[in-house]
């Protein structure tokens, strides 16, 4: 029930929607952090992992699919491994996800549904890694991008078709979903649902014995608990920055290239006129002399029009040629052959005649090449520049390619080769605490930690279009817990807090029974003869509880005490075996939602997004027992023990 209202008022009801490819290719390719098949060793091959209609799910795909979504939730939780992931059934998951967007691709396909490629290059051209600096696509992001993951054109657009498909065909299962307000009422009313109890804690601390434990019990403390002190993966890496100043001082445009630029753009610098105008169109030439009489005997071109019951139109500055393609020449050689301040013979164009009153004049005398010489060497030393550094980083990544090391490509291009200490995925340093890593890290270790220890070093583009870094991964420390010598001091508290959980346990569970036997909390906590913190009372409603756990700050004791009978007391463990809560629920006020409309309306549009999820997954269903779906226990069984590393 907890679960139900927090979904309620989060609003993410495990919608079946999200279950295909389109997180998975957010998380692959948002920032330019996408990852490689290859990203923990060998793949296994290109075997089929499930068959779905006429369609094969790989092995090679699944596992690309599964690592991509382990490292994305690693970024979040670094101490996460990819045993704990797959165990923990992030690979079931990910499988569930693939299968069903094949199955919807499929069954689409089955009965006629399509998604063209118009569509499709849509799509991807929205991807923010393959547009380029000015926000368009770019070709030239879109291959470096697949190429350094691995990833093959066909297979993204794939995807992409699925998911277009999907779009297609699921939000019609759950539309238009009804609830009965017989239904509704009952979980309204929990809503407004107070209870009140006490929560007491029994503290580890309270138990703690002074005497040193002994190295024996230690290490059977630390060899059982061993995952609690795991450090994550560490890399070391290898790096040299690089950007386009390097070419300030070499590259420069020649004489030659400055006189044809100036060529080119000669029209640009000639002499120009352009005349600020406010102009009025007329339906005849008659209508058009009048007004023009009007504003020539003193009457402004505004008042003019409006005695007409037209207005003017202020046409600001232009030139005779963008006043001629927006009017007419005819419109444009009476314009600029009118003297300042005065009214325009009337011109025709499509739109009907024109007058115009000449506000203002401006006229700009031609530029030679030496008085636009400056501006003319700093766009192509610019242009230049971009160009030499593009081909740089492609000379670069052929070379590395093609065999070089890190140090050849920094020597050949007099680049300074740094190293970083060994650090986790998010750049912190388990040695020093206060070690902080260069800003360029940020775009540097998502690309360091997708590689494998044989990878060949990479280009990383920085800062688009203006720097870059070569990078390489020196030394890779897998995920493991230190040597107990090394954290000996820790182990011995936590192993204490331990011994003392388990004595605060048994008086945390004499004081339960002693409450559900009739004693009061109070009495029961000073019969344990121990000195206790006092005992807190606490209020709360399920909404109020609903709202901290959309905010992730639900104190345990208060979840327990909302899933509680009146009258009971419970026992929880608290966290890092800091001691243990005793709740005690003393009091439940129903609540009654039968005059909220508010509560009743919105309780009703959660139930029908369940509803309908719930329509959309029994849809998913038909459609799979219609194409048919077949998976092969054996190649998941040989993935699944690959990526976690087991023998069998």
């Not at 009965?180 to 138990?207: C, D, M, N, W």
């Not at 005349?275 to 030439?285: A, K, W």
């Amino acid at each position: 029930m907890i679960t139900f209202f927090r979904n309620i008022f989060s609003s993410k009801i495990g919608l079946f929607l999200t279950m295909c490819f389109v997180a998975l290719i957010a998380i692959a390719f948002a920032s330019a952090d996408v990852t490689g098949s290859g990203a923990f060793g060998g793949v296994t091959g290109s075997g089929t992992a499930a068959t779905v209609g006429d369609s094969k799910l790989t092995t090679s795909e699944l596992n690309q699919s599964v690592n991509n979504a382990f490292r994305a939730e690693q970024r979040e939780n670094t101490g996460l491994d990819l045993k704990t992931y797959v165990e923990g059934g992030g690979f079931d998951s990910i499988l569930d996800r693939l299968v069903n967007s094949f199955v919807i691709a499929d069954f689409g396909n089955k009965y006629g549904m399509t998604a063209g490629k118009r569509l499709v290059d849509g799509e991807i051209a929205s991807i923010p890694s393959f547009q380029g600096a000015d926000g368009q696509f770019s070709e030239e992001n879109f291959r470096r991008a697949l190429q350094q993951q691995g990833i093959k054109e066909q297979q993204l657009r794939d995807d992409f078709t699925r998911n277009l498909l999907a779009d297609q065909l699921l939000p019609v299962a759950g539309f238009g979903a009804s609830v009965p307000q017989k239904l509704v009422t009952p979980y309204a009313s929990l809503l407004l649902e107070a209870r009140q109890g006490q929560v007491a804690i029994i503290p580890s601390a309270a138990f703690v014995e002074n005497v040193k434990p002994a190295d024996a019990a230690l290490a059977a403390f630390y060899s059982k608990n061993g995952s609690r002190y795991t450090i994550p993966e560490r890399r070391s890496i290898s790096y040299a920055l690089f950007s386009k100043e390097r070419f300030n001082e070499t590259v420069k445009p020649t004489d030659k290239e400055i006189e044809g630029q100036y060529n080119l753009d000669k029209a640009k610098y000639a002499a120009s006129e352009t005349r600020n105008i406010d102009q009025v169109i007329l339906p005849t030439e008659a209508a058009a002399k009048a007004l023009a009489d009007k504003v020539g005997g003193g009457m402004s071109i505004s008042a003019a029009a409006e005695s007409v019951g037209l207005s003017s139109a202020e046409m600001g500055s232009v030139s005779k040629t963008e006043l001629a393609g927006t009017t007419s020449q005819a419109v444009a050689n009476a314009v600029f052959s009118a003297p300042s301040g005065d009214v325009t013979e009337p011109a025709q164009s499509a739109l009907g005649w024109h007058i115009a009153k000449i506000n203002d004049i401006r006229t700009v005398p031609a530029q030679s090449l030496e008085q636009v010489r400056a501006q003319i060497v700093a766009e192509l030393s610019r242009d230049k520049i971009d160009e030499a550094l593009a081909e740089l980083t492609v000379k670069m990544e052929d070379e590395l390619a093609a065999g070089s090391s890190l140090a050849d490509v920094a020597e050949a291009e007099e680049l300074k080769i740094e190293s970083t200490p060994m650090l986790l995925a998010n750049g912190q340093n388990p040695q020093d605490p206060n070690y902080r890593p260069i800003p360029e890290m940020q775009r540097i270790l998502p690309v360091a930690f997708q590689l494998d220890d044989d990878s060949d070093p990479q280009v990383v583009e920085i800062i688009p279009g203006q720097q870059y870094a070569i990078m390489a991964v020196s030394e890779i420390a897998v995920a493991a817990p230190p040597p107990l010598n090394s954290i000996k001091d820790l182990v011995a508290r936590d192993y204490i807090l331990e011994q003392g959980s388990q004595k605060a346990k048994v008086v945390a569970d004499n004081i339960v029974k002693q409450v559900s036997d009739g004693t009061s909390l109070s009495k029961a906590m000073a019969d344990a003869k121990v000195r206790l913190p006092a005992i807190e009372t606490v209020k709360s409603t399920r909404a109020e509880l609903a709202r901290q756990s959309q905010q992730g700050n639900v104190p345990p004791p208060l979840t327990l005490m909302f899933s509680m009978a009146e009258g009971t007391a419970k026992s929880l463990k608290a966290p890092q075996n800091q001691g243990w809560f005793v709740v005690n629920l003393n009091n439940i006020d129903r609540g009654d939602a039968s005059e909220r409309a508010d509560l009743l309306s919105a309780t009703s549009g959660q139930f029908k997004q369940v509803f309908g999820n719930e329509y959309t997954e029994q849809f998913i269903n038909a459609m799979k027992a219609d194409v048919g779906v077949e998976k092969n226990e054996d190649a998941l069984t040989a993935l699944r023990n690959q990526l976690t590393g087991r023998t069998r």
